[in-house]
């Protein structure tokens, strides 16, 4: 789920001057106005506030979404994961 999902699923409506948005913004200790840029997708968050967002969001907002350049499993653990099943 991206952050404009979670915050329409948590009765608010994406925006700038969502509730919910500013409620988030609070907890993960991030500005407002770079919350909403993560959330429309013109700037990145880095790992640790991903980690804050998957946090406050109970797990919705998962940092694999967030990077998924950072955080996907790798190939070498797909190989381990196939290997170890058979």
Not at 75 to 82: L, R, V
């Amino acid at each position: 789920m991206n952050l404009i999902d979670y915050a329409i699923s948590q009765g608010g409506y994406g925006t700038p001057s969502c509730p919910v948005m500013r409620r988030l913004a609070q907890q993960t200790g991030c500005a407002l106005r770079t919350l909403y840029m993560i959330a429309r997708g013109h700037k990145l968050p880095g790992a640790r506030l991903c980690r804050r967002i998957e946090l406050a969001t109970a797990g919705a907002v998962r940092r694999e979404f967030l990077r998924p350049d950072v955080f996907a499993p790798g190939p070498s653990s797909i190989q381990g994961e196939a290997h170890h099943a058979a």
